[in-house]
């Protein structure tokens, strides 16, 4: 089960790699495509100021497991890579 859902992490944070990658490269570097990356960047540093208090209260309050603690850290990440990829896209349509 743990390793489906790593599987399942790993390819929707590369997706989301991806589409960050591909923009960078080919939008990113005239006006547009750096506001569009200064909004998403905004979004992922929300995520990521919610994962860091979100561990930091997992572990001082409910002692998880070396396990629990690599899950939610891998499924947190893969939630900051796909809210940058989404972030990417709606924003494109926006601007």
Known sequence: MMIAIYLICILLAAYGIGVYINFTVSEGKDERGKAILAKVAQVAFVFICLGF???????????????????????????????????????????
């Open 53 to 95: 208090s979100f561990h930091l209260i997992f572990i001082e309050f409910f002692s998880p497991t070396v396990e629990q603690v690599r899950t939610s850290m891998t499924l947190w990440m893969c939630l900051v890579f796909v809210s940058n990829a989404i972030s990417i896209i709606i924003q494109r349509k926006k601007m």
